[in-house]
T-cell receptor, first 114, second 112 residues
Framework: DAGVTQSPTHLIKTRGQQVTLRCSPK?????VSWYQQALGQGPQFIFQ???????QRGNFPDRFSGHQFPNYSSELNVNALLLGDSALYLC?????????????FGPGTRLLVL | RKEVEQDPGPFNVPEGATVAFNCTYS??????FFWYRQDCRKEPKLLMS???SGNEDGRFTAQLNRASQYISLLIRDSKLSDSATYLC?????????????FGAGTQVVVTP
């Protein structure tokens, strides 16, 4: 049973560029959440996708956008990259049933913006 | 004020000893509570959920104090493999179902 997978594992970009990160959820999961983790900080919620729609969003600018596909996989897009976007980007998947959504994290994508 | 606050540590613990640390949360409507473990340069992994009556999982004990708005984690008989950052996580189920709010983490270093 494959867990959450993310690609690429590492990425280097320059300021102003655009980046797309990808996530495949754990088998059987239908909900994908994205988090940004800066060095020395806890993960910060970016947004969550369910049934191909953004269900809720954290305090991130519109430069951060996403998409969920019919097979539940998801992409995170960041436009006009800033130095401060350098971080570990984590994808978490869960199953939208019940009252407690246990989220399982992928290994993350390390983004460095120069 | 941060929504979830933790002592960053590090807590240096001799192997076999007991260590405990807390996490405070600001939103009284918080309904679900978790401890995640994160190893260096790895993803967070769920350690345990925290229930109102407190709960144990082997050497790990979690407590919740709703009146004072804090949760705690106690590790007994510490192992070298317990060295990690422990992330406190809360959710406000009514308006942010599935949105995990993380603390910055407490680093634990178990020494031989």
């Amino acid at each position: 049973d494959a867990g959450v997978t993310q690609s690429p594992t590492h990425l280097i970009k320059t300021r102003g560029q655009q980046v797309t990160l990808r996530c495949s959820p754990k088998s059987g999961h239908d909900t994908v959440s994205w988090y940004q983790q800066a060095l020395g900080q806890g993960p910060q919620f970016i947004f969550q996708y369910y049934e191909e729609e953004e269900r809720q969003r954290g305090n991130f600018p519109d430069r951060f956008s996403g998409h969920q596909f019919p097979n539940y996989s998801s992409e995170l897009n960041v436009n006009a990259l800033l130095l401060g976007d350098s971080a570990l980007y984590l994808c978490a998947s869960s199953l939208a049933t019940g009252t407690e959504e246990t989220q399982y994290f992928g290994p993350g994508t390390r983004l460095l913006v120069l | 004020r941060k929504e979830v606050e933790q002592d960053p540590g590090p807590f240096n613990v001799p192997e076999g000893a007991t260590v405990a640390f807390n996490c405070t949360y600001s939103n009284s409507a918080s309904q679900s509570f978790f401890w995640y473990r994160q190893d260096c340069r790895k993803e967070p992994k769920l350690l345990m959920s925290v229930y109102s009556s407190g709960n144990e999982d082997g050497r790990f004990t979690a407590q919740l104090n709703r009146a004072s708005q804090y949760i705690s984690l106690l590790i007994r008989d510490s192992k070298l493999s317990d060295s990690a950052t422990y992330l406190c996580v809360v959710t406000v189920t009514t308006d942010s179902w599935g949105k995990l709010q993380f603390g910055a983490g407490t680093q634990v270093v178990v020494t031989p």
